[in-house]
């Protein structure tokens, strides 16, 4: 059974930074790409970075590029998100969502529960 468990969101100022991890179980991690997405309140889902399989290839939205870092610990089957400088519009429920295959595409088939970021003096 596939199992994606966020952890590490919170309350961060603006400027400030958090950590977000996924825990990935019930599939071979190492075989699927794997994306951020989030989802502000009142607003959409919206796609914030992806990772191919091998970790070679990393995407981002304008609205992160050069302040969000995604990377993965396939030996650990783990997900990050590395988030510098925030700003109060990063305030959603993040969650990490699993490919369809090794590479990034338009759609996903799992996801985990979310983690809430509040970025907020």
């Known amino acids: 059974q596939v199992q994606l468990v966020e952890s590490g969101g919170g309350l961060a100022q603006p400027g400030g930074s958090l950590r977000l991890s996924c825990a990935a179980s019930?599939?071979?991690?190492?075989?699927?790409?794997m994306s951020w997405v989030r989802q502000a309140p009142g607003k959409g889902i919206e796609w914030v970075a992806g990772?191919?399989?091998?970790?070679?290839?990393?995407y981002y939205a304008d609205s992160v590029k050069g302040r969000f870092t995604i990377s993965r610990d396939n030996a650990k089957s783990t997900l990050s998100l590395q988030m510098n400088s925030l700003k109060p519009e990063d305030t959603a429920l993040y969650y990490c969502?699993?490919?369809?295959?090794?590479?990034?595409?338009?759609?996903?088939?799992?996801w985990g529960q979310g983690t809430q970021v509040t970025v907020s003096s």
């Open positions: 969502a699993k490919e369809l295959d090794s590479n990034l595409g338009p759609e996903f088939d799992y």
């Open positions: 990772i191919f399989s091998t970790g070679s290839h990393t």
């Open positions: 019930g599939f071979t991690f190492s075989s699927y790409a």
